[in-house]
């Protein structure tokens, strides 16, 4: 069974930093893309960054993270992990782990940016 377990919201300040991690479990994590999609408050799901399998060397990230968010993952650990650096109040949403194939979602984080 595949599970993936989001952690690492929080309330941040705007110009802050917060790392989120996913531990995915039932399945063997090296082998598949993951990325993290993120859900504002009444408005639809958005893709916001993807990374390969294997070693995670091709990356996607939404225009309105690119230089800003870093996608990276630890097959060691079975961790997918999403750096999010100089936070906008628009940034806030539940963000999701997700496993693209096989559409494989977790229930979320939330993040806050509000001063």
């Known amino acids: 069974q595949v599970q993936l377990v989001e952690s690492g919201g929080g309330l941040v300040q705007p110009g802050g930093s917060l790392r989120l991690s996913c531990a995915a479990s039932g399945m063997i994590f090296s082998a598949y893309g993951m990325s993290w999609y993120r859900q504002a408050p009444g408005k639809q799901r958005e893709l916001v960054a993807q990374i390969s399998s294997g070693s995670g060397g091709s990356r996607y990230y939404a225009d309105s993270v690119k230089g800003r968010f870093t996608i990276f993952r630890d097959n060691a650990k079975s961790t997918l992990y999403l750096q999010m650096n100089n936070l906008r109040p628009e940034d806030t949403g539940v963000y999701y782990c997700?496993?693209?194939?096989?559409?494989?979602w977790g229930n979320g984080t939330l993040v806050t940016i509000s001063s």
């Open positions: 997700v496993r693209y194939t096989g559409n494989y």
